[in-house]
């Protein structure tokens, strides 16, 4: 996607949850609801997890788009082992 657009960054989050589940409220049980993120570049990872935490959420990094975004994929018959996980986690 970001090659589509010249000077781009991408940064692949809010994406493991069905939109329903997204547009409850993020404060669950004492915990804030898990969004994963993952990106080539970390500092557009940055504004992203603050724009994350402002609505409510957890931001988790799970590093690269390789890396991360493995975890979090949904192609054909094979799932990465965090799609669809709806995760909380817990003020410490």
Same mark, same amino acid.
């Given at each position: 996607?970001?090659?589509?657009?010249?000077?781009?960054?991408?940064?692949?989050?809010?994406?493991?949850?069905?939109?329903?589940?997204?547009?409850?409220?993020?404060?669950?049980?004492?915990?804030?609801?898990?969004?994963?993120?993952?990106? +080539? +570049?970390? +500092?557009?990872?940055?504004?992203?997890?603050?724009?994350?935490?402002?609505?409510?959420?957890?931001?988790?990094?799970?590093?690269?788009?390789?890396?991360?975004?493995?975890?979090?994929?949904?192609?054909?018959?094979?799932?990465?082992?965090?799609?669809?996980?709806?995760?909380?986690?817990?003020?410490?």
């Amino acid at each position: 996607a970001a090659k589509a657009f010249a000077g781009a960054k991408l940064v692949k989050a809010f994406n493991h949850l069905i939109a329903a589940t997204l547009a409850t409220d993020p404060v669950v049980e004492g915990g804030h609801r898990v969004v994963f993120l993952s990106s +080539d +570049d970390e +500092d557009a990872t940055a504004p992203v997890a603050a724009l994350a935490k402002q609505l409510g959420f957890a931001p988790v990094k799970l590093g690269t788009l390789n890396e991360g975004g493995a975890l979090v994929h949904a192609r054909g018959r094979v799932w990465g082992p965090l799609i669809f996980q709806d995760l909380f986690k817990k003020e410490q």
